[in-house]
């Protein structure tokens, strides 16, 4: 099966991978931007299933990721695509534009989304 490699055309048409220094950097609706800022997230054992914050709904991750600090990410697949989701204070699950290297690494090694 072939691998998913976020940096070669893979996303929408218009849209690019942008990779970025520093720790503040915006999304033009167009464009994905990889943050190469400090931060200690390690994947973790998946969780089984997590709670979109807008719609409610209920989806199945395919990588979780937390960090020291309480954070937590939960890379999910939608419509074809993977969607970085950051935990909200509610509990539920919110995409992210930003995506912090330690993302980048786990999308690099996933499968290409089915």
């Keep these: 099966m072939k691998k998913f490699n976020p940096s070669v055309g893979t996303t929408a048409e ?3 991978t942008v990779e970025t220094q520093g720790s503040s950097s915006h999304s033009d609706g167009n464009t994905f931007v990889a943050c190469c800022i400090s931060s200690n997230y390690k994947q973790v054992e998946t969780e089984k299933e997590i ?3 807008n719609s409610k709904s209920v989806v199945s991750p395919v990588a979780t990721l937390k960090d020291e600090f309480g954070g937590v990410c939960q890379i999910i ?3 074809h695509c993977y969607v970085v989701c950051l935990k909200q204070q509610d509990g539920t699950y919110k995409p992210t534009t930003h995506i912090f290297k330690e993302a980048f690494e786990v999308l ?3 499968e290409c989304p089915n």
């Design 108 to 110: 690099s090694k996933l």
């Design 51 to 53: 709670t979109m914050s």
């Design 14 to 16: 218009k849209s690019t």
């Design 77 to 79: 697949n939608d419509d």
